[in-house]
């Protein structure tokens, strides 16, 4: 079984930073990236971005690049998530979750194992 499990969420101030932590445990674990997503009240789940598990390569949301970025430390089994200049509408739960298929998608439906999610307001 595989575990993830978020955390670093809290509230901020528009215009500060956070960085998000997701600890992977569990059986032997090796897929091919782990992406982050976010869900705002009423609204669907959004891919935010993603990092291959060898680290080589990551991918985000047109709309974030620039201000979000993931890493990764194969050692601790851990993916982060730096989030910089932080607005209100970044308000959202956001997931962790590992996929296994190659290409980085974006779509909820191709992660297998999610985290249980960690809380972000940003105020105004």
């Known amino acids: 079984q595989v575990q993830l499990v978020e955390s670093g969420g809290g509230l901020v101030q528009a215009g500060g930073s956070l960085r998000l932590s997701c600890a992977v445990s569990?059986?032997?674990?090796?897929?091919?990236?782990m992406g982050w997503f976010r869900q705002a009240p009423g609204k669907e789940r959004e891919f935010v971005g993603g990092i291959t598990w060898s680290g080589g390569s990551t991918d985000y949301a047109d709309s974030l690049k620039g201000r979000f970025t993931i890493s990764r430390d194969g050692a601790k089994k851990t993916v982060y998530l730096q989030m910089n200049s932080l607005k209100p509408e970044d308000t959202a739960v956001y997931y962790c979750?590992?996929?296994?298929?190659?290409?980085?998608?974006?779509?909820?439906?191709?992660?297998?194992?999610w985290g249980q999610g960690t809380q972000v307001t940003v105020s105004s």
């Open positions: 979750a590992c996929t296994w298929v190659v290409g980085m998608p974006r779509s909820t439906s191709s992660y297998a194992y």
């Open positions: 569990g059986r032997t674990f090796s897929p091919y990236a």
